[in-house]
């Protein structure tokens, strides 16, 4: 359930966030790591992309990259920090191949985390979509059972946060049979800590 609320938390949180995380390097073995199952110089969708940081990182490998996400602000600022991506706004439920073209790998960073697991397998099969034949997918979910919910005060104002938590188990039920589990991808022990986890997924033929 991406609603309103949590639009509205990212399009405020945007600048703060981008402060952050530009200078925030811990996920950049992640995306060497994505980034060699890939073609040279692949076509990359950063999946909820929030203001680009990571898609800064994806085209540092030589990635051609565009960034999705449905926060406004996010989008912006992404647009201004790294103009050397393509950035759109869009609620990536309703992902258009036609639009976007085809990819060779798709870059989903914390953002299936706001993805019912009832609205997962659709949300999966645009994923597919849009990638080539052989094309992989990462998604770095927060692991467990269940929804956790937090209360963050944004600019004087307490906002409902829920972020789902997907088990490997699941994700691979949920994206059966447009994907094929491959492996873990690689992510820092202070991420793994926290409860994130890191899965690479193959796109059937």
Not at 123 to 135: C, F, N, R
Not at 158 to 169: A, C, D, G, S, W
């Amino acid at each position: 359930m991406m609603d309103e609320e949590t639009k509205q938390f990212y399009n405020l949180t945007a600048e703060s966030t981008a402060d952050r995380w530009y200078k925030n390097t811990v996920l950049m073995p992640s995306i060497q790591d994505f980034v060699s199952l890939l073609a040279e110089k692949p076509r990359i969708l950063d999946l909820g992309c929030g203001p680009g940081y990571e898609s800064l990182r994806l085209a540092s490998t030589g990635a051609k990259v565009i960034g999705v996400d449905f926060s406004t602000e996010c989008i912006r600022i992404a647009k201004e920090r790294c103009p050397q991506c393509q950035f759109e706004v869009m609620d990536f439920r309703q992902l258009d191949g036609e639009r976007l073209g085809k990819f060779d790998g798709v870059f989903a960073c914390a953002s299936l985390i706001h993805i019912d697991p009832g609205e997962l397998p659709d949300v999966l099969e645009k994923v597919a979509s849009v990638l080539k034949q052989d094309g992989y997918l990462v998604a770095i979910v927060r692991d467990g059972d269940g929804i956790r919910e937090t209360w963050p005060v944004v600019d004087g104002r307490k906002m409902r946060r829920i972020v789902y938590l997907h088990p490997k188990e699941s994700l691979i039920l949920l994206s059966a049979p447009r994907f094929s589990y491959v492996r873990k991808g690689y992510l820092a022990d202070e991420l793994l800590e926290r409860g994130w986890q890191s899965y690479i997924f193959k796109v059937e033929s």
